[in-house]
């Protein structure tokens, strides 16, 4: 019987052999997600599935990257722990594997670190059908090139991630969500302030809910903690805000979880297509970057460091401009067509000498969906 690793050594000679393009595909639930260009053959990667290993007392876990994200969560929700920079799923069909090849993260981001800072150890398979093995399951072992947090990010173009152990961490103690009305300059400032003091922040956002009569601004706030840390910080930050004009109160979980779940998996009424014409940009920043002069609806996540703009494809060079001269970046992540707009913003040449070279060494024949990443 041909395993599953196997099989997919075998795909990847055939494909150098005729030199045809392979696209690493999942759950399919983050497609839309970089460049596009078609021509390249399926390589579905769901059969490589489950849990390796899983040592709750060492908050670490070993698993194949076909395993489903959401079977993930519930495994270690049942030991009282959890992927602490909620990666969004995009849908139920969501992979481990896709979650560290789009790596991305949720509204936690800011206070707990990137995906990349989770991953300790993987397992690949790269263009000349090697597997290869880098990393390990404890910081310490991390040393020389960190290939494994390279993979994160890195969306199928250096190989097919198998095997991958992450950093988990126990769930918080506590949480609350503080609602806040306040517009985007005081929001900033105020989430500048609190940064300064000793709070548990954990994640924030700002946007201009069109629900409300009239529409408001709102700042969700939440906290993660220690019981004492969080129910002392509460009524501080409650009063702070109302001193500022503002008003502010304390959410009910019950109505609190699904808001920030509606963030994480962008199903919150924002994140709607405005119209045909427009796409979803994610400008990201630095944390104390002002108010961006456009005039185009945003929601700000990580404390400021994460924007999302609805905008015509016809205006990505001002917004470019606009991000790069407050010190960060523009990606058009949802609402394009191939060729239309480059989705990344171009990279300073030595970042480029660099990312070609790595995929040079990891796929020398060109196998995988270079494109992806625009290079």
């Excluded at 949480?175 to 400032?189: D, I, K, V, Y």
Aim: aromatic residues 6%; contains cysteine; proline residues 6%.
């Amino acid at each position: 019987m041909v395993s599953v690793i196997s099989s997919f050594q075998e795909r990847i000679r055939q494909a150098a052999a005729s030199k045809r393009t392979l696209r690493i595909q999942g759950g399919n639930t983050k497609h839309f997600y970089g460049e596009h260009k078609t021509g390249h053959d399926l390589l579905d990667v769901r059969e490589h599935t489950g849990v390796v290993s899983y040592e709750p007392s060492e908050l670490v876990v070993t698993v194949r990257g076909g395993t489903p994200l959401a079977e993930l969560e519930q495994l270690l929700s049942t030991r009282g722990q959890c992927l602490a920079y909620e990666p969004p799923h995009f849908g139920s069909a969501a992979t481990v594997g896709g979650m560290v090849a789009a790596g991305l993260a949720g509204p936690s981001r800011a206070s707990t670190g990137a995906l990349r800072d989770h991953v300790l150890g993987a397992r690949m398979i790269n263009g000349l059908a090697e597997e290869l093995t880098f990393g390990g399951q404890v910081m310490k072992n991390v040393a020389g090139y960190d290939v494994s947090r390279v993979l994160a990010g890195s969306m199928g173009t250096l190989g097919i991630v198998t095997e991958v152990s992450l950093k988990v961490l126990p769930t918080a103690p506590t949480e609350a969500t503080l609602l806040c009305h306040l517009p985007q300059h005081q929001a900033l400032n105020q989430l500048h302030r609190w940064g300064a003091q000793a709070l548990p922040l954990n994640a924030s956002c700002w946007w201009h809910d069109v629900k409300y009569a009239p529409a408001a601004d709102v700042l969700s706030v939440r906290l993660r903690g220690a019981v004492a840390a969080v129910e002392s910080a509460c009524p501080r930050m409650i009063a702070e805000v109302q001193a500022s004009g503002g008003s502010a109160a304390r959410l009910d979980p019950q109505q609190a979880l699904p808001v920030w779940q509606a963030i994480r998996e962008q199903t919150l009424s924002f994140f709607q297509p405005m119209s045909a014409d427009h796409a979803l940009w994610r400008l990201s920043l630095p944390q104390t970057a002002p108010v961006l002069n456009l005039p185009y609806p945003v929601l700000i996540e990580w404390h400021g460091g994460l924007r999302w703009l609805w905008a015509p494809l016809s205006v990505a060079q001002q917004l470019r401009q606009a991000a790069q001269q407050a010190g960060g970046h523009a990606t058009l992540f949802r609402g394009h067509c191939a060729g239309e707009v480059p989705v990344f913003s171009e990279l300073p040449v030595v970042q480029q000498r660099i990312q070609r070279e790595l995929q040079q060494q990891f796929d020398p024949h060109g196998v995988f969906n270079t494109v992806r990443l625009g290079v």
